[in-house]
């Protein structure tokens, strides 16, 4: 065994591998951004990761937070956000002032 390399993490190291090859491993995309980082990172000394996920236009995300669901509508210029919903507790469809509730628009 390597020096400085203990036990543990010689056993994550090996249950990675065989995971790696059970599963097929990282996606090709993936692989090249780490290969990119790598070089960058040799050459520079530093690694840039300013590289955010790209969001197209009427991309809707919901989470649920808290028991909470919130809708965000990605827009060209911002994001729509949606009155949250509580899971437990949703307005009579008689009552809601919409079907996900008043809307609100901002920009990033």
């Known amino acids: 065994m390597p020096l400085g390399l203990g036990r543990d993490l010689a056993s994550r190291a090996i249950a990675w591998?065989?995971?790696?090859?059970?599963?097929?491993?990282?996606?090709?995309?993936?692989?090249?951004?780490?290969?990119r980082l790598a070089k960058q990172l040799l050459e520079?000394?530093?690694?840039?990761?300013?590289?955010?996920?790209?969001?197209?236009?009427?991309?809707?995300?919901?989470?649920?937070w808290h028991g909470t669901i919130y809708h965000i509508l990605v827009l060209d210029d911002g994001f729509q956000f949606q009155t949250a919903i509580t899971?437990?507790?949703r307005p009579s469809p008689a009552r809601s002032p919409?079907?996900?509730?008043?809307?609100?628009?901002?920009?990033?």
């Open 44 to 64: 520079t000394g530093d690694i840039d990761l300013g590289r955010g996920p790209i969001l197209k236009p009427s991309t809707k995300l919901v989470r649920q």
């Open 87 to 89: 899971a437990r507790s």
């Open 17 to 35: 591998k065989m995971q790696e090859r059970l599963s097929g491993g990282l996606a090709p995309a993936i692989n090249r951004e780490l290969k």
């Open 98 to 108: 919409g079907p996900h509730g008043p809307v609100r628009a901002f920009s990033a």
